[in-house]
């Protein structure tokens, strides 16, 4: 499995989208709206640039695309007016695999801007927009070409299920019962790939630009932690019902893990200092419960279809893809039961970044 | 008809793409990379820039979307190692209208690339690329952010139908049975996009840059000159044949107009002349056979199979989809009779210009 060819949200409109299964993801960019806000505004007053250039890495599509972008133009419309300047002209930049529904994300642009316009007035901007297919593992932009880079959501997704983990038999993601080597695994993989990813960034930042990150991650120390492993748990827990129930093949599972890591707000320190191209202005958790919707009565078909529009393209890479409504349904079954019973959140790991040099 | 929204070429891999039905732009672009090169030798030996920033606008996709960045690449990649520099960073923007196939483009990049380095090495770039959604007749791009502006075969389509052509019955492009009124009112919309597009561009440019830009046109100083307009009266003649046998309504003939113009020379020169940003470095007129595959044999097929890539979704707004085999079946058979008879060319207006300022 490729995850450069694979990892994507689910496209379009639809009912198993992820333009309209996103609630989670939006609650956490509006939840770390403060951090983002001082992060520009101290980009924004001490270099006054004519064109602020803007990548928002993974954005995905819908309506959490947009609000990043809504979000970041008011906040810098409130600054420059304090300062009496005149707006600047905002780039922004939309990242994302190659698999992702830019098509829809396009063509959804026309009806936002005019939003947008009707929202905050005529007197900002102009605002252009690009969209740039490609793994933010790798160079995505030219030299000192950004100001700001935004990503919510994205950076726990690794470059590559990681080597050497075939004995995580029975589960896909790191668990209780998965052997130390595993887990020695995924954060391998998790350094090498956070590392690249701040050297990349570092060459396409200009001097003072900044980052604002949040990724599902844990507080925990412990690395196999309920708080960041236990949805993917119940997810393994579908998949071997349908093992038992003969649909899937054993071996099956077994090969199959998910390309993730949940740091702890440590590691990500440990890696950013260790790579040295960033200081730490701020680094936070948060946390968001797993059912962001406001309707309690349906919170496993809810959590479970937000996790759909997520993660269907990875299992229909490795699994049948006629198995994925009974998949869902049994988790979406497991998940109404945990959820009764226990409290579940997700937590977000917030670093706000400024590039050194 | 808001052609913003309607016009693209036919999308994907398919049959009816125009990824597979473009081998007359294909021929104009490599007709045209004499004046491309020198435009391009011009550009980089007078500002040796350490990122160079290219916009293809009216990109499409397909093999011709990226024979214009290789075309290019390999001229600088020549040109600098003639200056002993290292190889700039390229910085390609793909700009087409939303409904562009941008997904389809965006998921073949990976295997260009791959391409691209097999023919001519590792030393050259990074190649940076990004998607940019929009019509050209608005700004695109930040204020001198681009280098370099290219574009085929797009810049004959207008930003609309021109205003007041409802009399234009019978066809549904100039002709010489149009009233005055109609050619007037072409010529118009032709001169304002023409013009916002050059003032547009001339803001997106930074000092020194350059634009070579290749049109659908016409060597005669008449605007209906068949030179031009032959290829769309043998698709009116199909749709009235539809007319004729009860299949299509005669109004709804009447009310559908091409949004294109194919000018002169003499109107190209007039109007950068009187917009004044860009001075011309070369004006010249070409020609290439409506039939630019080996296979002289299945001509009309070809011809129309193109021209079908290039129009069905301006004809599905407006006429029923369903109709679409049979119109286009109808037209072959219109261009072969035609073919068979007479020289089949289209003219192409080639201008390379320069930013003044």
Same mark, same amino acid.
């Given at each position: 499995m490729e995850v450069v060819e694979v990892l994507h949200? /689910? *496209? *379009? /409109? $639809?009912? #198993?989208s992820y333009a309209n299964n996103s609630l989670v993801q939006q609650k956490v960019i509006l939840m770390t709206k403060p951090i983002t806000e001082q992060a520009m505004i101290d980009l924004y007053s001490s270099l006054f640039p004519e064109t602020l250039c803007i990548a928002d890495l993974g954005?995905? +599509? $819908?309506a959490n695309t947009f609000l990043v972008v809504s979000q970041l133009v008011k906040i810098v419309e409130k600054e420059r007016k304090k300062h009496g300047f005149k707006s600047p002209e905002f780039y922004f930049h939309f990242n994302d695999l %190659? *698999? /992702?529904d830019f098509n829809t994300l396009f063509q959804s642009l026309g009806a936002f801007q005019e939003d947008l316009r009707k929202h905050i007035?005529? #007197?900002? *901007? %102009?605002c252009f927009f690009s969209g740039v297919p490609g #793994?933010?593992?790798?160079? +995505?932009? %030219?030299?000192? #070409?950004?100001h700001f880079v935004y990503s919510s959501y994205s950076l726990m997704w690794l470059s590559q299920v990681p080597n050497g983990i075939e004995n995580n038999k029975g589960n896909i993601y790191m668990a209780r019962t998965s052997p130390l080597s595993v887990i020695k695994a995924y954060y391998k993989q998790y350094e090498i790939d956070f590392s690249n990813f701040l050297k990349y960034r570092s060459e396409e930042l200009m001097k003072g630009g900044k980052m604002v990150l949040t990724l599902l991650g844990r507080e925990s120390e412990d690395p196999t932690s309920k708080e960041c492993c236990y949805i993917w748990e119940l997810l393994a827990m579908a998949l071997n019902k349908l093992v038992e129930e003969g649909l899937i093949k054993e071996e099956k599972v077994d090969a199959f893990n998910i390309p993730q890591y949940t740091p702890s707000p440590a590691e990500v320190k440990y890696i950013v200092e260790k790579e040295g191209s960033f200081t730490i202005n701020r680094l936070e958790t948060s946390r968001v419960h797993w059912n962001a919707s406001n309707n309690e009565k349906n919170g496993g078909y809810n959590v479970s279809r937000c996790m759909r529009a997520v993660a269907e393209p990875l299992l229909v890479s490795h699994f049948d893809k006629e198995l994925m409504d009974l998949v869902f349904h049994k988790y979406e079954e497991i998940i109404s039961d945990c959820m009764s019973k226990e409290k579940t959140e997700f937590i977000n790991v917030i670093v706000s970044l400024t590039k050194i040099n």
């Open positions: 949200m /689910n *496209g *379009g /409109n $639809g009912d #198993s954005c995905s +599509l $819908g %190659p *698999g /992702n007035g005529e #007197s900002f *901007g %102009p #793994s933010f593992y790798t160079r +995505l932009f %030219p030299s000192k #070409s950004l």
